[in-house]
């Protein structure tokens, strides 16, 4: 029998590498977000109500269309069922503020793929979080639409108290900006001005416990994230439990900071990663112009990965060591 023959009634199939494959895939790793971020939607629905839902459905379809638009592109076949782009709409939707025009969300949809995700590659190949670069993008390109903000349904009561003549802000804007400090309970329950999802502290808690106890998010990257920005909160003298449950520190901590592509893989160098990304933000809070820093100092960090990386590798017993290293 010749080898044609033999190789013809094989049974064998020569494939590429991994051949060890997970059942965790990348559409369920997708549906879990999805579903930690509930919650956030849910209370984003309650507190602003249809205006919410409209921003949200117009990141999806920015979003969505130019995930389709670049597989179109590159001749692959357009995969919008691994949920990837779904994720990257929502997280930014969450984002902005409940004022933002539709066409501003869809743009900024469509930016946060295109331009953090499609030119790098595809999925996988991205070196920033997508949705914080629409964000960032939006920010810099419409800075007064990206900070007007509205009280949410039962908020401002507290206000009463004397700081009536304070405008719509968010709790770190109140505090930069009046030296008014949010009581916690309003920020846990979200009757404050803020993105759509910055609000409700409780409910992203409860998200990011669903991802914890799924195991999709490694707890290193945000317990150093908030940890840090809570002693260095104390260490510059204003109050730590504030400036973890104001602004975007959480959403950004369980939901951005963990993203699997643009974080690092290795143990030490998630933590690494999550003490950078508190000291950025609470650099930026604290003397910066802007009163919120988890977006840029996440970005910064995505850009630093490389170098964590190739300074927290493991060392491999039996391995030559690089005399340059």
Request: proline residues 6%; glycine residues 12%.
């Amino acid at each position: 029998m010749s080898v044609e023959e033999n190789l013809d009634k094989s049974t064998l199939t020569l494939t590429s590498s991994p051949h060890l494959r997970s059942p965790v895939t990348v559409r369920r790793i997708m549906t879990d977000v999805l579903i930690a971020l509930l919650p956030a939607v849910a209370a984003a629905l309650y507190f602003f109500g249809g205006q919410a839902l409209a921003i949200i459905l117009a990141t999806l379809a920015g979003a969505m269309g130019a995930e389709a638009l670049a597989a179109r592109i590159r001749h692959q076949p357009i995969p919008l069922r691994d949920g990837s782009a779904a994720v990257t709409g929502v997280l930014l939707a969450l984002c902005l503020p409940p004022t933002a025009p539709l066409w501003l969300a869809f743009l900024g949809g469509a930016f946060a793929i295109g331009i953090g995700k499609a030119v790098f590659g595809g999925l996988g190949m991205n070196v920033f979080n997508p949705a914080l670069v629409g964000r960032a993008f939006l920010v810099a390109s419409f800075p007064v639409l990206m900070t007007s903000w509205r009280w949410p349904a039962g908020a401002g009561a507290w206000m009463q108290q004397g700081f009536d003549a304070v405008a719509t802000a968010t709790p770190l804007d109140l505090l930069a900006l009046e030296g008014v400090q949010t009581p916690y309970v309003e920020l846990l329950l979200g009757r404050v001005g803020g993105s759509l999802g910055e609000t409700s502290a409780l409910a992203l808690l409860i998200g990011a416990v669903y991802l914890l106890v799924r195991e999709i998010i490694d707890w290193r990257i945000p317990v150093s994230y908030i940890a840090t920005v809570a002693m260095l909160a104390a260490i510059m003298g204003t109050d730590p439990t504030f400036h973890v449950l104001a602004g975007g520190l959480i959403l950004g901590a369980f939901f951005m900071a963990t993203d699997y592509v643009s974080g690092p893989v290795t143990k030490r160098g998630k933590l690494l990663f999550g003490v950078g990304c508190g000291l950025l933000t609470m650099l930026i809070r604290q003397f910066g112009g802007y009163p919120e820093g988890v977006t840029y100092a996440i970005l910064f960090m995505n850009a630093a990965v490389p170098l964590i990386e190739r300074f927290t590798k493991p060392r491999l017993f039996g391995a030559e060591v690089d005399s340059n290293e």
